[in-house]
C-alpha cells in the first residue's frame, strides 16, 4: 500500500446474495453503529450532504446522541449520499484494517438495496439509470431528443421536472446518432509503427457515455493511443452497472459484471489490455465488481487487466515513452480531479498526463463538482450538488484558464454549468473537455 491511500484489498465484499444483508433489524443496528462513530468524527462533513444531514439529526436529538434519533430520519441521510467514494477512501481514518471497519459508502447501497426489494424508487428513476435502452431509443431520434432535453426548451422541460424528476435547468447530456462503436468502424485510424509503444494492443470499453453520449471522448483517445503505436479495438457489450449500484440493484450490477467481462476477457486473452474510457466504469471493472462477485475468477481477472485511459498513457510516458508532437495548450487548464478518478487509488494520473504536455499550466481542483451522476439531474438534488461543487466552480471561474477539463465528463458539464453564477461579465468556457481530448488537441489530432 501507498503511503497516505487506502488498501483497497482490505475493503469489504458486498454480500448481497446473503438473506441477512436485507435484513432490516440488522441494518438498523449496523447504521447505528457506524452513524455513531461518525457523529464523534465528523471528518467528513464537508464531502457531501449526508454528513450534515445526519449530524443535524444527532444534534436535535433529546439527548444530542444517537440513542434519542428515529430511525425514520436516516432516510434523509442515504438520499445525501451520491456514492463518490471519497469518505472511504481519503477521509475515512476507520475504514479496515482499523477494528471499527467502516465503509460508509457501501453501508448506502445496502440501505438502497433493501428498499429496492420494497419498491422503493419510482418508474422514472430507475429508468434514468437504464443507459442502454435510453441510449438506443434516443440515438434513433437524436436531434429531437436533443431538442427536448435543451435547458433553454420552455415546452418540454418543465414537462420532464413534472412527470419525471428532473430539475428543468439541470444540464442533460446530448445523443449522437452514430455511436462511438459505428464512428470508429467507419473511420479507421493510421498506426504510428515507428513510435516507441508500437506492438501494444488494447481495447476500448467506451462505456455507455462515451458508446451514446459523447463520442468524441473515445475518437480522441484511439487517436492518441494510434499515434504512439497502439492498435486498438473498440469494444461495448454494455452498461458497468454503475447505475444500478448507486440505486442498490446488486444483482443487476452482478449480471452485467458476469455479461460484460466474458465478452472483454475474450480480448485479454489475446493479449489485449483494457482500457475504461470514463472513471466510474473504470472504478466498476477494477474495484466494485471484484467485491460484488468475489469468487468469480473472470471479474478478478478482468480487474487486474483494466486500466483508465488517462493510466494508461502515462504508463506508455513512463515505459516506452510517448510519440513526439505534443503543442502547448494556449491559455491553460483548469483541471478537476474526479471523486471516481482518485476512488481508484491510482494517484492524479490525468493531471500527469497533461503536465506532459509543453508550456501548458494546470491548474489541480481536488474537491468533488457535487454531480453525483443521475443524482445530480433530479430536482430535490441539482442545488445541493451546485452547494457541495461550490468550491471548485469557483476556482474554475476565477482561473482564468481558457480550458475546463475534468475525466468525469457529467462533472465537467455541471462544473460548467455552475460557472454561469460567477461569471460578472468575464468570458467563461462554454464547454468542458476529458483529459484525452486536450492530449488530441495538443497533438493535433481531431476527435
Known amino acids: 500500500m501507498k503511503e497516505g491511500k487506502t488498501d483497497t484489498a482490505l475493503r469489504p465484499t458486498i454480500d448481497w446474495a446473503d438473506p441477512a444483508f436485507y435484513d432490516e433489524a440488522k441494518l438498523d443496528a449496523e447504521m447505528r453503529r457506524v452513524f455513531d462513530v461518525c457523529h464523534t468524527c465528523r471528518r467528513c462533513i464537508m464531502l457531501c450532504d449526508s454528513f450534515p444531514r445526519l449530524f443535524d439529526l444527532i444534534d436535535g436529538a433529546e439527548s444530542g446522541e444517537l440513542d434519542t434519533v428515529d430511525s425514520a430520519g436516516f432516510g434523509a441521510v442515504v438520499e445525501g449520499c451520491t456514492l463518490c467514494d471519497m469518505c472511504y477512501m481519503t477521509s475515512c481514518p476507520y475504514v479496515p484494517p482499523h477494528v471499527y471497519a467502516l465503509d460508509f459508502p457501501h453501508l448506502m447501497v445496502r440501505q438502497r438495496a433493501v428498499a429496492e426489494r420494497k419498491g422503493g424508487q419510482s418508474y422514472f428513476e430507475k429508468r434514468l439509470g437504464e443507459t442502454d435502452k435510453n441510449g438506443k431509443l434516443a440515438q434513433r431520434v437524436a436531434p429531437l431528443a436533443n431538442w427536448a432535453s435543451r435547458r433553454t426548451n420552455k415546452l418540454t422541460r418543465p414537462a ?177 480531479f474526479a471523486c471516481h478518478a482518485r476512488a481508484q487509488n491510482i494517484g492524479a494520473k490525468a493531471a500527469v498526463m497533461l503536465r506532459m504536455i509543453p508550456k501548458t499550466n494546470v491548474l489541480i481542483m481536488q474537491r468533488c463538482s457535487g454531480h453525483g451522476g443521475s443524482w445530480g439531474v433530479m430536482k430535490q438534488n441539482f442545488e445541493i450538488g451546485m452547494k457541495v461543487g461550490e468550491n471548485v466552480i469557483k476556482q474554475a471561474a476565477e482561473s482564468g484558464r481558457a480550458y475546463v477539463s475534468s ?20 468570458s467563461l468556457p462554454s464547454a468542458s473537455y476529458h483529459p484525452i481530448e486536450l492530449f488530441a488537441m495538443a497533438y493535433g489530432l481531431s476527435g
Open 407 to 426: 475525466e468525469c465528463p457529467l462533472a465537467g458539464d455541471h462544473i460548467v454549468q455552475g460557472m454561469e453564477r460567477f461569471a460578472e461579465g468575464k
Open 160 to 336: 420532464l421536472e413534472a412527470i419525471a424528476g428532473i430539475y428543468r435547468d439541470a444540464e442533460l447530456p446530448r445523443y449522437h446518432a452514430k455511436t462511438f462503436s459505428r464512428r470508429a468502424a467507419a473511420e479507421p485510424v493510421t498506426l504510428n509503427t515507428e513510435a516507441p509503444a508500437a506492438g501494444r494492443k488494447a481495447v476500448l470499453y467506451s462505456t455507455c457515455f462515451v458508446e451514446y453520449n459523447n463520442p468524441g471522448i473515445g475518437m480522441a483517445a484511439r487517436a492518441v493511443l494510434a499515434k504512439n503505436g497502439v492498435e486498438t479495438e473498440v469494444v461495448y457489450p454494455g452498461c458497468c452497472g454503475m447505475p444500478q449500484l448507486e440505486r442498490g440493484a446488486l444483482g443487476e450490477v452482478a449480471a452485467k459484471a458476469k455479461a460484460v467481462s466474458a465478452t472483454l476477457l475474450e480480448w485479454t486473452d489475446k493479449g489485449y489490455d483494457v482500457v475504461a474510457l470514463t472513471p466510474s466504469c473504470a472504478l466498476m471493472l477494477k474495484m466494485e465488481w471484484p467485491l460484488v462477485l468475489p469468487d468469480d475468477a473472470g471479474v478478478k481477472k478482468l480487474a487486474e487487466h483494466t486500466s483508465d485511459i488517462a493510466e494508461y498513457v502515462v504508463g506508455i510516458a513512463r515505459g516506452e515513452g510517448l510519440a513526439e508532437g505534443l503543442q502547448p495548450l494556449e491559455g491553460g487548464v483548469a483541471f478537476h
